[in-house]
Protein backbone atom coordinates (compact mmCIF):
# COMPACT_ATOMS: atom_id res chain seq x y z
CA UNK A 1 0.00 0.00 0.00
CA UNK A 2 2.56 2.55 1.06
CA UNK A 3 4.59 1.42 -2.70
CA UNK A 4 1.33 3.28 -4.64
CA UNK A 5 1.36 6.18 -2.44
CA UNK A 6 5.11 7.08 -3.05
CA UNK A 7 4.67 6.13 -6.44
CA UNK A 8 1.50 8.49 -6.94
CA UNK A 9 3.41 11.45 -5.87
CA UNK A 10 6.23 11.50 -8.25
CA UNK A 11 6.27 14.42 -10.59
CA UNK A 12 5.66 13.81 -14.57
CA UNK A 13 8.39 15.16 -16.33
CA UNK A 14 7.34 19.12 -17.47
CA UNK A 15 7.38 20.55 -21.17
CA UNK A 16 9.84 22.92 -22.72
CA UNK A 17 10.20 26.32 -20.28
CA UNK A 18 8.73 29.10 -21.60
CA UNK A 19 11.61 31.27 -23.18
CA UNK A 20 12.11 27.62 -25.50
CA UNK A 21 8.72 27.99 -26.40
CA UNK A 22 8.68 31.44 -27.13
CA UNK A 23 12.24 31.26 -29.58
CA UNK A 24 10.59 30.50 -33.11
CA UNK A 25 8.27 33.57 -32.81
CA UNK A 26 11.20 35.44 -32.02
CA UNK A 27 12.86 34.02 -34.76
CA UNK A 28 9.68 34.62 -37.06
CA UNK A 29 9.74 38.27 -36.74
CA UNK A 30 13.41 38.58 -37.10
CA UNK A 31 12.78 37.12 -40.36
CA UNK A 32 9.53 39.52 -40.91
CA UNK A 33 11.89 42.52 -40.12
CA UNK A 34 14.80 41.75 -42.27
CA UNK A 35 12.73 40.78 -45.41
CA UNK A 36 9.40 43.56 -44.96
CA UNK A 37 9.99 46.12 -42.30
CA UNK A 38 13.40 46.96 -42.69
CA UNK A 39 13.46 47.25 -46.79
CA UNK A 40 10.35 48.94 -46.74
CA UNK A 41 11.58 51.39 -44.16
CA UNK A 42 14.82 51.83 -46.41
CA UNK A 43 12.92 52.78 -49.68
CA UNK A 44 10.98 55.24 -47.91
CA UNK A 45 13.64 56.89 -46.53
CA UNK A 46 14.91 57.06 -50.01
CA UNK A 47 11.53 58.42 -51.19
CA UNK A 48 11.56 61.25 -48.49
CA UNK A 49 15.24 62.32 -49.40
CA UNK A 50 14.48 62.33 -53.40
CA UNK A 51 11.82 64.92 -52.41
CA UNK A 52 13.62 66.96 -50.14
CA UNK A 53 15.66 67.35 -52.95
CA UNK A 54 13.26 68.07 -55.72
CA UNK A 55 14.24 71.00 -57.87
CA UNK A 56 12.80 73.46 -60.78
CA UNK A 57 13.66 71.92 -64.04
CA UNK A 58 13.75 68.29 -62.59
CA UNK A 59 11.93 66.02 -65.08
CA UNK A 60 9.57 63.25 -62.82
CA UNK A 61 7.37 60.82 -63.36
CA UNK A 62 4.15 61.16 -60.68
CA UNK A 63 2.47 57.63 -59.05
CA UNK A 64 -0.27 57.79 -61.48
CA UNK A 65 2.36 57.50 -64.52
CA UNK A 66 2.66 61.45 -65.74
CA UNK A 67 5.77 62.79 -66.85
CA UNK A 68 6.15 66.10 -66.38
CA UNK A 69 8.86 68.91 -66.08
CA UNK A 70 9.07 70.70 -62.30
CA UNK A 71 8.07 74.41 -62.99
CA UNK A 72 7.06 75.40 -59.52
CA UNK A 73 7.40 73.93 -55.66
CA UNK A 74 5.61 74.42 -52.62
CA UNK A 75 6.07 72.03 -49.47
CA UNK A 76 3.16 69.96 -50.38
CA UNK A 77 2.64 70.87 -53.69
CA UNK A 78 4.66 70.17 -56.95
CA UNK A 79 3.81 72.30 -60.01
CA UNK A 80 4.37 70.28 -63.10
CA UNK A 81 4.59 71.43 -66.61
CA UNK A 82 3.61 68.15 -68.85
CA UNK A 83 3.09 69.74 -72.23
CA UNK A 84 3.93 73.42 -73.47
CA UNK A 85 1.63 75.74 -71.44
CA UNK A 86 0.08 72.81 -69.97
CA UNK A 87 0.15 72.79 -66.02
CA UNK A 88 -0.84 70.37 -63.60
CA UNK A 89 -0.75 70.73 -59.48
CA UNK A 90 0.45 66.99 -57.86
CA UNK A 91 0.66 66.32 -54.13
CA UNK A 92 4.21 66.29 -52.95
CA UNK A 93 4.95 62.88 -52.16
CA UNK A 94 2.62 61.86 -55.08
CA UNK A 95 6.00 62.76 -57.52
CA UNK A 96 7.25 58.65 -57.46
CA UNK A 97 10.70 59.04 -59.87
CA UNK A 98 13.15 61.15 -60.68
CA UNK A 99 13.62 60.79 -64.33
CA UNK A 100 16.05 63.84 -65.03
CA UNK A 101 17.77 66.16 -62.44
CA UNK A 102 19.53 69.71 -63.32
CA UNK A 103 22.42 68.39 -63.45
CA UNK A 104 21.95 65.73 -65.80
CA UNK A 105 20.45 68.12 -68.03
CA UNK A 106 23.33 70.56 -67.93
CA UNK A 107 25.67 67.63 -68.94
CA UNK A 108 23.21 66.63 -71.97
CA UNK A 109 23.21 70.70 -73.01
CA UNK A 110 27.04 70.74 -72.96
CA UNK A 111 27.29 67.35 -75.18
CA UNK A 112 25.10 68.93 -77.75
Not at 33 to 46: F, G, H, S, T, V
Not at 90 to 98: G, I, Y
Amino acid sequence: MWDMAFAQTAQAPSGPSTLVSFIPLILVFVIFYLLLIRPQQKKAKEHREMLDKLKKNDEVMTAGGIYGKVVGLTDTVVTLEVAPNVRIRVHRPQVSTLIKGEKVLAKEAKEQ
